[in-house]
């Protein structure tokens, strides 16, 4: 099973920020949050990852609370193209055979 | 683009049929991977290759059956499906750094989207 928790679906407004969260309340000390998404007949593709720390990138950014039990993913300026199916996933960074437990995620569409 | 092709796209073949799905990395990555996707169901991971030796079988049905002959191409051959095995199925490759097995993140590419009649 999943070990986090997401929403079903979302919907945002194009160019306002889009907030993802995500539960992952079982989570271990040394296990990462993942975030990837999946626009429609597409593979999915990486957007960010975090261990503990807040994180940036071009696309997205990771908030992660203090206990680690829950995170959220912020589209700053969310456009159409971001509708899709986020995943966030919990993993072991350091296992190379990379069993991530991809669960069914959110489906978020930015509407006009 | 994400450096990872997968060919053919879409695929019709009978229960009695032999195929194969191609996947190439243009990434320099040293590990590949074969996930199943289902409708409604979650991404499923099927093969593992780290360095062109499979390091992982989840439990797949051995009418599936992968071949890695370098660390660039990935194969998985199919035969004697059931209708149940349509799905798309999806390639994707990663690096990993160091004999720790520190991978960074997964590369996919767009899917083969199977039906099985």
């Known amino acids: 099973d999943a070990k986090t928790t997401q929403p079903t679906s979302m919907d945002c407004a194009e160019g306002r920020a889009a907030n993802l969260p995500c539960n992952h309340s079982?989570?271990?000390?040394?296990?990462?949050v993942y975030w990837y998404r999946q626009i429609h007949s597409q593979g999915p593709q990486y957007i960010i990852h975090g261990l503990k720390n807040n994180e940036t990138n071009e696309m997205a950014s990771l908030i992660i609370t203090e206990d680690r039990k829950s995170s959220t993913l912020i589209l700053p300026h969310a456009t159409l193209r971001d509708t899709a199916v986020y995943y966030c996933?919990?993993?072991?960074?350091?296992?190379?055979?990379?069993?991530?437990?991809w669960g069914a995620g959110t489906k978020l569409i930015i509407k006009p | 683009e994400t450096g990872v092709t997968q060919t053919p796209r879409h695929l019709v073949m009978g229960m009695t049929n032999k195929k194969s799905l191609k996947c190439e990395q243009h990434?320099?990555?040293?590990?590949m991977y074969w996930y199943k996707q289902s409708a409604k169901k979650p991404l499923e991971l099927m093969f593992v290759y780290n360095f062109k030796e499979q390091t992982e079988n989840n439990s797949v049905p051995s009418r599936f059956s992968p071949e890695c002959p370098n660390s660039s191409h990935l194969f998985l051959h199919l035969h004697t499906l059931q209708p149940e095995d349509s799905a798309l199925y999806l390639c994707?490759?990663?690096?990993?750094?160091?004999?720790?097995?520190?991978?960074?993140?997964?590369?996919f590419g767009e899917g083969s989207r199977l039906t099985v009649l």
């Open positions: 994707a490759s990663s690096q990993v750094i160091g004999l720790a097995g520190v991978t960074g993140e997964l590369f």
């Open positions: 996933i919990v993993s072991l960074s350091m296992d190379s055979n990379y069993q991530l437990i």
């Open positions: 990434l320099g990555h040293n590990a």
């Open positions: 079982t989570i271990s000390g040394n296990e990462y």
